[in-house]
């Protein structure tokens, strides 16, 4: 079975420009939920999504950070305009269910804006 | 605010000898906690659950122990071997929320 695939793997960018970052979740999981990790804050949650809703935004740093999900199978994290701060790896990861279980992350993409 | 605390950004061990990772929690509605490992421009997987109706989840060489009147569990590693390094996260989640907290992460080096 496939895994939660993210793109792109890496990103380098100019401060200004706008990010959009890709995800499709597992098939038939109804959770999806965007990370970021940095070495201040480790993983943090931004943003996450019940059957395509989004549910809980509170943690998207500002404005500038968009995400949508336009069906079961993909979503967007964009960043507009992007800011040498916004440096990090972001992770998508999904999961089944209303249940506590575990969460499938994806590879992650790594982003740089210089 | 950091509800879920790894306050030992690395540990280093010798293969064979015990890893211990703690994690300290705050909110007192967490019942659900888990642990991920992660390896370099990898994603975190998950490792070992543990429910708070339990006080112990073990799982081969990894054991979790939760201690609710203290707000704290830690991973125990027995015996540790060099495939074991990486990053621990601890993650927990409460009854009513589906996401989950992560720590900072614990950054392990098992040296043979």
């Known amino acids: 079975d496939a895994g939660v695939i993210q793109s792109p793997r890496h990103e380098v960018t100019e401060m200004g420009q706008e990010v959009t970052l890709r995800c499709k979740p597992i098939s038939g999981h109804d959770y999806l939920f965007w990370y970021r990790q940095t070495m201040m804050r480790g993983l943090e949650l931004l943003i996450y999504?019940?059957?395509?809703?989004?549910?809980?935004d509170s943690g998207m740093p500002e404005d500038r950070f968009s995400a949508k999900m336009p069906n079961a199978s993909f979503s967007t994290l964009k960043i507009q305009p992007s800011e040498p701060r916004d440096s990090a790896v972001y992770f998508c990861?999904?999961?089944?269910?209303?249940?506590?279980?575990?969460?499938?992350f994806g590879e992650g993409s790594r982003l740089t804006v210089l | 605010d950091q509800q879920v605390k790894q306050n030992s950004p690395s540990l280093s061990v010798q293969e064979g000898r015990i890893s211990i990772l703690n994690c300290d929690y705050t909110n007192s509605m967490f019942d659900y906690f888990l642990w991920y490992k992660k390896y370099p421009a990898e994603g975190p997987t998950f490792l070992i659950s543990?429910?708070?109706?339990?006080d112990k989840n073990e799982d081969g060489r990894f054991t979790v122990f939760l201690n609710k009147s203290a707000k704290h569990l830690s991973l125990h590693i027995v015996p540790s071997q060099p495939g074991d390094s990486a990053v621990y996260f601890c993650a927990a989640s409460a009854v009513t929320g589906y996401a989950l907290n992560f720590g900072k992460g614990t950054s392990l080096l098992v040296t043979p």
């Open positions: 990861a999904s999961k089944r269910g209303i249940s506590t279980g575990e969460l499938f």
């Open positions: 543990i429910s708070s109706i339990k």
């Open positions: 999504f019940n059957n395509n809703v989004p549910i809980d």
